[in-house]
């Protein structure tokens, strides 16, 4: 082997996190160590698997089949691994073996073959499998027709399970409890599965549901590297669940049984890597029947890495190679072999991180199609404190629950929603009988007695003291060279400390909307940047799926809550130079406070100036003295309040509460009815929590980040977004360089940025949004920390900005540097960023555009053509681009006027038109011609005619209007909506790039700025 091509998977969606981001960066690592050239394919540009040091070429391009073949052909790699980017690789090399690409150009698929794929995936052919090897199956069919699935129900009853073939998270699956619902989920399912596939199997929900990592190589030696149970029984999908490991309640005879189970179904599967075994256990008996198989690295193999300290990814990708176990050492200890079990001397909890803070109206059931956006993984000696740990590390205000009795309290329980774990919790305080939580839950009776020991277990505690235990493998009978920690009450502490200086970087916690992976991707760069400058680099975090929490990353590693207590000891102990608290975005901001209240040195810009950016009124006054405008604005603690501000400042208005991340709950209200019920609905609104009322200026909103010293600045790029003010910066198109502000426009921001980050004696990094009306620049927000664009804008500028700040953190000026400008000329590349929303997982949510962000993640699409760099972009986002066909409109007055452009192009393009009765008549008016259609009729042509929507939602979030049963039934049928007019003007150019056939080049990024150089 000269060269291997590893498949990324994309953008962050639900099922598919952090997690492939951490496995392909230490495969990349695993196989470069090996002296062969690794080529990478990801469209996500906010992972450190996209950094140009990761592997040695890095496509940043849409992961589809053009682009994989065309890659294929200018590199010629000699293998492909496709088992560390998740569902979505899997199925991009099924397809390019399908096709015979991989023959054609002579390509191997690396470790896990196709054949295995496809009988691991392929809901038929696994069935078949268990029953050649006479492993138990729950009673099922495998289905491609509604009749088929109508025929099972009538034989074996209800509930039934059904789970699409080659699907993600569970999608487009679900449990139907009747006719009317097994035909809903069938249809689904049936559109969701690449093959149209199904299985519907009888349900065992109830059951306890276990998992077993498993790793096997071309030898046939095989390990269970960790197992795992499930609190939450069968039923509910196993990324929604919270975990233990390893199991706390299977007898030995049971572990033994499904570990033997796993390890013959991997074996027979011919698995060479990873592999992750699901299986449901009757509670009552013996009896077991296997769920389902994933022959990749996983979401679980993250956590049990993370739980074990084996890097199971980068095993696999040894073994992808043709290493065998009992070749490899384990890189934790160092001395010992790979070909052993991890032995766990504690107990480690996940919880999953939920999104329902930004989709209130949501379905907030869990079943089994997942929905969280990301996890947390607490570590300690008992169950009790792993448990309260995971509950911590969450960084998520829960509903206070207080004020329910018991029915209420048991409804709630039933009702198995995102707060059941909390409901669990206030119903045991309140006496509730542990049988009946069992009765209605399911959940094992020790985990119950347990959830309701903690406040007894903090005094079995008390003689003890906070120490730190190692992770090592091994549970201590190897000494480990990895200094991977835990703090629990006892008496012996492990962790040794050294006398070099060091730096603590405080991470950024679970993924959640608003707050991705880009962070982690900031936090590696300042550990490595810290340890480049001399020092010891220390990482506080909780999140098990990312590169930051991986064992070989900074000098120590304490997976722990960031919560200030935990934090503080650590401190303690280490007693370093300082904490950076700037790239772990707003939960490690939140710390400043505190950390400067206890006299802990704050590297960077100090918390003075992070409150003042912070501090609406503070800031406000503060850009009247350096004479800047900002939107005129004011704060309310109740509607009357609300309103006098109103009538002052004239609508529309935006209106949000003070110290939000993402947006939450931020929207604009055009009239007085809009501001009462918004403030009706505001949560926890007082004089200490007003809400923020601010004068809404339509407009180009442009984003600035730069890095400071203080004194000097430097502007790597500036960022232009699409959507126009009103909607999130994470959910805007955003493209660089800004293509429509004149150079006057550009010199205002330079200046204003420079004036706004010396005026807070910044050091470090700083973003700042802007809106130009067309006549001003107003500042909307500052953020004086890293941002979700600073990944993007480090790879397209080729500026290493976390790096550069870390140094200025340590003492370092610009001009140390050799920066000659400001503001960084452009390369002659365009970067196109657009946003990816996991729609069909959150379901009954509103997805339009607004204030409040959505999105759980990005793509980027970069070329020479701008055109082309849009296309790109919307392909990798998995829009489809239709060149004919039909397109359905129903707008908000206020767009109305603006409309008749974009219409008149789709028309040109030869698009048919329908529309809603206002927008019909509007059109008609003004000459064009359309079909009048109502909502009825639209949701039954769907799937079939219309292959574009663009609604513009006059009130959003409000179940009962018409534009939300557009928006439901746009995504419930996978055709592509746009719910801003900005997008769906940029669609256009992307289409015309199909249309008039334009040569496509895919390039590796250094290529972009290698010819530039030449």
Same mark, same amino acid.
């Given at each position: 082997?000269?060269?291997?091509?590893?498949?990324?998977?994309?953008?962050?969606?639900?099922?598919?996190?952090?997690?492939?981001?951490?496995?392909?960066?230490?495969?990349?690592?695993?196989?470069?160590?090996?002296?062969?050239?690794?080529?990478?394919?990801?469209?996500?540009?906010?992972?450190?698997?996209?950094?140009?040091?990761?592997?040695?070429?890095?496509?940043?391009?849409?992961?589809?089949?053009?682009?994989?073949?065309?890659?294929?052909?200018?590199?010629?790699?000699?293998?492909?691994?496709?088992?560390?980017?998740?569902?979505?690789?899997?199925?991009?090399?099924?397809?390019?073996?399908?096709?015979?690409?991989?023959?054609?150009?002579?390509?191997?698929?690396l470790g896990t073959s196709s054949e295995t794929i496809k009988k691991a995936e392929d809901r038929e052919a696994f069935k078949q499998?268990?029953?050649?090897?006479?492993? $138990?199956?729950?009673?099922?069919?495998?289905?491609?027709?509604?009749?088929?699935?109508?025929?099972?129900?009538?034989?074996?009853?209800?509930?039934?399970?059904?789970?699409?073939?080659?699907?993600?998270?569970?999608?487009?699956?679900?449990?139907?409890?009747?006719?009317? @619902?097994?035909?809903?989920?069938?249809?689904?399912?049936?559109?969701?599965?690449?093959?149209?596939?199904?299985?519907?199997?009888?349900?065992?929900?109830?059951?306890? @549901?276990? @998992? +077993?990592?498993?790793?096997?190589?071309?030898?046939?030696?095989?390990?269970?590297?960790?197992?795992?149970?499930?609190?939450?029984?069968?039923?509910?999908?196993?990324?929604?669940?919270?975990?233990?490991?390893?199991?706390?309640?299977?007898?030995?005879?049971?572990?033994?049984?499904?570990?033997?189970?796993?390890?013959?179904?991997?074996?027979?599967?011919?698995?060479?890597?990873?592999?992750?075994?699901q299986f449901a256990l009757d509670p009552n008996s013996d009896r077991y029947i296997v769920i389902e198989v994933n022959p990749r690295?996983?979401?679980?193999?993250?956590?049990?890495?993370?739980?074990?300290?084996?890097?199971?990814?980068?095993?696999?990708?040894?073994?992808?190679?043709?290493?065998?176990?009992?070749?490899?050492?384990?890189?934790?200890?160092?001395?010992?072999?790979?070909?052993?079990?991890?032995?766990?001397?504690?107990?480690?909890?996940?919880? $999953?991180?939920?999104?329902?803070?930004?989709?209130?109206?949501?379905?907030?059931?869990?079943?089994?199609?997942?929905?969280?956006?990301?996890?947390?993984?607490?570590?300690?000696?008992?169950?009790?404190?792993?448990?309260?740990k995971a509950l911590k590390s969450l960084d998520q205000s829960q509903t206070n629950l207080n004020y329910m009795g018991k029915s209420?309290?048991?409804?709630?329980?039933?009702?198995?929603?995102?707060?059941?774990?909390?409901?669990?919790?206030?119903?045991?305080?309140?006496?509730?009988?542990?049988?009946?939580?069992?009765?209605?839950?399911?959940?094992?009776?020790?985990?119950?007695?347990?959830?309701?020991?903690?406040?007894?277990?903090?005094?079995?505690?008390?003689?003890?003291?906070?120490?730190?235990?190692?992770?090592?493998?091994?549970?201590?009978?190897?000494?480990?060279?990895?200094?991977?920690?835990?703090?629990?009450?006892?008496?012996?502490?492990?962790?040794?400390?050294?006398?070099?200086?060091?730096?603590?970087?405080?991470?950024?916690?679970?993924?959640?909307?608003?707050?991705?992976?880009?962070?982690? +991707?900031?936090?590696?760069?300042?550990?490595?940047?810290?340890?480049?400058?001399?020092?010891?680099?220390?990482?506080?975090?909780?999140?098990?799926?990312?590169?930051?929490?991986?064992?070989?990353?900074?000098?120590?590693?304490?997976?722990?809550?960031?919560?200030?207590?935990?934090?503080?000891?650590?401190?303690?102990?280490?007693?370093?130079?300082?904490?950076?608290?700037?790239?772990?975005?707003?939960?490690?901001?939140?710390?400043?406070?505190?950390?400067?209240?206890?006299?802990?040195?704050?590297?960077?810009?100090?918390?003075?100036?992070?409150?003042?950016? @912070?501090?609406?009124?503070?800031?406000?006054?503060?850009?009247?003295?350096?004479?800047?405008?900002?939107?005129?604005?004011?704060?309310?603690?109740?509607?009357?309040?609300?309103?006098?501000?109103?009538?002052?400042?004239?609508?529309?208005?935006?209106?949000?509460?003070?110290?939000?991340?993402?947006?939450?709950?931020?929207?604009?209200?055009?009239?007085?009815?809009?501001?009462?019920?918004?403030?009706?609905?505001?949560?926890?609104?007082?004089?200490?929590?007003?809400?923020?009322?601010?004068?809404?200026?339509?407009?180009?909103?442009?984003?600035?980040?730069?890095?400071?010293?203080?004194?000097?600045?430097?502007?790597?790029?500036?960022?232009?977004?699409?959507?126009?003010?009103?909607?999130? /910066?994470?959910?805007?198109?955003?493209?660089?360089?800004?293509? /429509?502000?004149?150079?006057?426009?550009?010199?205002?921001?330079?200046?204003?940025?420079?004036?706004?980050?010396?005026?807070?004696?910044?050091?470090?990094?700083?973003?700042?949004?802007?809106? +130009?009306?067309?006549?001003?620049?107003?500042?909307?927000?500052?953020?004086?920390?890293?941002?979700?664009?600073? $990944?993007?804008?480090?790879?397209?500028?080729?500026?290493?900005?976390?790096?550069?700040?870390?140094?200025?953190?340590?003492?370092?000026?610009?001009?140390?540097?050799?920066?000659?400008?400001?503001?960084?000329?452009?390369?002659?590349?365009?970067?196109?960023?657009?946003?990816?929303?996991?729609?069909?997982?959150?379901?009954?949510?509103?997805?339009?555009?607004?204030?409040?962000?959505?999105?759980?993640?990005?793509?980027?699409?970069?070329?020479?053509?701008?055109?082309?760099?849009?296309?790109?972009?919307?392909?990798?986002?998995?829009?489809?681009?239709?060149?004919?066909?039909?397109?359905?409109?129903?707008?908000?007055?206020?767009?109305?006027?603006?409309?008749?452009?974009?219409?008149?192009?789709?028309?040109?393009?030869?698009?048919?038109?329908?529309?809603?009765?206002?927008?019909?008549?509007?059109?008609?008016?003004?000459?064009?011609?359309?079909?009048?259609?109502?909502?009825?009729?639209?949701?039954?042509?769907?799937?079939?005619?219309?292959?574009?929507?663009?609604?513009? $939602?006059?009130?959003?979030?409000?179940?009962?209007?018409?534009?939300?049963?557009?928006?439901?039934?746009?995504?419930?049928?996978?055709?592509?909506?746009?719910?801003?007019?900005?997008?769906?003007?940029?669609?256009?150019?992307?289409?015309?790039?199909?249309?008039?056939?334009?040569?496509?080049?895919?390039?590796?990024?250094?290529?972009?700025?290698?010819?530039?150089?030449?």
């Amino acid at each position: 082997m000269k060269k291997v091509m590893i498949i990324g998977s994309g953008p962050i969606i639900i099922g598919q996190a952090a997690e492939f981001d951490y496995s392909g960066t230490q495969a990349c690592k695993a196989i470069k160590e090996e002296g062969i050239q690794t080529i990478l394919v990801n469209s996500n540009p906010a992972t450190i698997m996209t950094d140009s040091d990761v592997a040695d070429k890095v496509y940043i391009e849409p992961i589809n089949i053009e682009s994989i073949e065309r890659i294929i052909q200018i590199e010629r790699p000699d293998g492909i691994i496709a088992t560390f980017g998740g569902q979505t690789a899997l199925n991009i090399a099924t397809k390019l073996d399908d096709e015979k690409i991989l023959e054609k150009y002579n390509v191997k698929l690396l470790g896990t073959s196709s054949e295995t794929i496809k009988k691991a995936e392929d809901r038929e052919a696994f069935k078949q499998l268990m029953i050649d090897i006479n492993e $138990p199956v729950a009673n099922s069919i495998v289905a491609n027709h509604i009749d088929e699935c109508i025929e099972f129900a009538k034989i074996n009853g209800y509930p039934i399970i059904i789970r699409p073939a080659y699907t993600l998270g569970g999608t487009g699956g679900g449990i139907a409890n009747n006719y009317d @619902e097994l035909i809903k989920i069938c249809t689904k399912g049936l559109k969701s599965s690449p093959i149209g596939q199904i299985l519907l199997e009888q349900s065992v929900a109830g059951w306890k @549901e276990i @998992e +077993y990592e498993v790793i096997r190589d071309a030898k046939d030696n095989c390990i269970v590297v960790c197992n795992m149970e499930n609190i939450d029984p069968v039923g509910i999908h196993t990324g929604d669940s919270i975990v233990v490991a390893p199991s706390q309640t299977l007898r030995d005879t049971e572990y033994q049984m499904l570990r033997k189970s796993a390890i013959k179904i991997v074996k027979s599967l011919d698995v060479k890597g990873a592999c992750n075994v699901q299986f449901a256990l009757d509670p009552n008996s013996d009896r077991y029947i296997v769920i389902e198989v994933n022959p990749r690295v996983s979401r679980s193999s993250a956590l049990a890495s993370k739980a074990t300290g084996y890097p199971i990814a980068k095993i696999s990708a040894k073994i992808a190679l043709g290493y065998t176990l009992d070749k490899l050492k384990n890189s934790v200890t160092q001395n010992s072999s790979a070909y052993f079990e991890p032995a766990l001397d504690y107990v480690v909890v996940k919880m $999953p991180r939920f999104p329902f803070d930004k989709f209130k109206i949501a379905h907030r059931a869990l079943g089994t199609q997942m929905k969280a956006t990301g996890e947390v993984m607490a570590i300690s000696r008992s169950f009790e404190d792993a448990f309260l740990k995971a509950l911590k590390s969450l960084d998520q205000s829960q509903t206070n629950l207080n004020y329910m009795g018991k029915s209420e309290v048991l409804s709630k329980i039933k009702r198995c929603d995102d707060e059941r774990i909390f409901a669990i919790i206030h119903a045991l305080k309140i006496g509730v009988d542990i049988d009946q939580i069992h009765n209605i839950t399911k959940i094992d009776k020790w985990f119950l007695h347990k959830i309701k020991n903690i406040d007894e277990s903090l005094d079995i505690n008390k003689d003890k003291s906070l120490v730190y235990k190692m992770v090592d493998t091994c549970a201590g009978e190897f000494d480990a060279k990895t200094p991977y920690y835990y703090s629990c009450f006892d008496i012996e502490d492990e962790s040794q400390v050294s006398d070099k200086q060091k730096i603590i970087i405080i991470g950024s916690g679970p993924i959640r909307i608003g707050q991705g992976i880009e962070f982690d +991707y900031c936090c590696v760069h300042g550990v490595l940047a810290a340890k480049e400058a001399g020092y010891e680099a220390i990482m506080i975090n909780n999140n098990p799926e990312t590169v930051s929490t991986d064992f070989d990353i900074a000098d120590k590693l304490y997976f722990e809550p960031l919560d200030i207590d935990y934090v503080m000891n650590i401190i303690n102990k280490e007693k370093p130079k300082g904490v950076i608290v700037q790239f772990g975005g707003q939960t490690s901001i939140n710390l400043a406070k505190k950390l400067h209240e206890n006299g802990v040195n704050i590297l960077g810009t100090s918390f003075e100036s992070i409150d003042l950016a @912070e501090d609406r009124d503070k800031f406000g006054k503060f850009l009247e003295g350096i004479n800047i405008k900002t939107p005129e604005g004011d704060t309310a603690s109740n509607i009357n309040e609300a309103i006098n501000v109103a009538n002052k400042l004239g609508y529309p208005l935006v209106v949000r509460p003070s110290y939000v991340i993402g947006g939450r709950a931020m929207q604009v209200v055009y009239d007085e009815e809009s501001l009462i019920n918004y403030m009706k609905q505001a949560f926890n609104v007082s004089k200490d929590h007003p809400i923020l009322i601010d004068k809404y200026i339509k407009g180009i909103e442009i984003e600035v980040d730069a890095i400071c010293d203080a004194d000097d600045i430097l502007i790597p790029g500036i960022m232009e977004h699409v959507e126009r003010t009103g909607v999130h /910066s994470g959910d805007s198109i955003s493209l660089y360089p800004a293509v /429509s502000l004149s150079e006057h426009v550009i010199d205002t921001l330079v200046e204003y940025t420079k004036k706004i980050s010396t005026g807070l004696k910044t050091v470090g990094l700083i973003n700042i949004q802007y809106v +130009y009306d067309g006549q001003n620049v107003y500042v909307i927000e500052v953020n004086p920390r890293a941002s979700r664009t600073v $990944p993007i804008l480090s790879k397209v500028t080729q500026v290493p900005m976390v790096k550069i700040a870390t140094n200025l953190m340590l003492g370092k000026k610009l001009r140390d540097y050799n920066y000659e400008t400001t503001l960084m000329k452009n390369k002659n590349i365009y970067a196109v960023k657009v946003p990816v929303f996991s729609s069909e997982k959150i379901v009954g949510a509103d997805m339009h555009l607004g204030p409040e962000m959505k999105s759980t993640g990005e793509v980027l699409g970069i070329d020479k053509d701008l055109d082309i760099a849009i296309y790109k972009g919307f392909i990798a986002s998995n829009i489809n681009i239709p060149l004919k066909g039909s397109i359905y409109v129903s707008i908000k007055d206020e767009d109305k006027k603006e409309l008749l452009d974009i219409i008149k192009e789709y028309k040109n393009i030869g698009f048919k038109i329908y529309a809603s009765k206002g927008t019909h008549k509007f059109l008609l008016e003004n000459n064009l011609d359309s079909n009048l259609m109502d909502v009825s009729e639209l949701k039954q042509k769907l799937y079939s005619d219309i292959n574009i929507i663009i609604n513009t $939602p006059s009130k959003g979030n409000i179940t009962t209007t018409q534009g939300y049963e557009i928006r439901k039934a746009a995504i419930e049928n996978k055709v592509p909506i746009f719910t801003s007019l900005d997008t769906a003007r940029l669609f256009l150019r992307a289409m015309k790039v199909e249309i008039e056939n334009k040569k496509i080049d895919y390039k590796d990024i250094n290529e972009y700025f290698s010819e530039e150089a030449k």
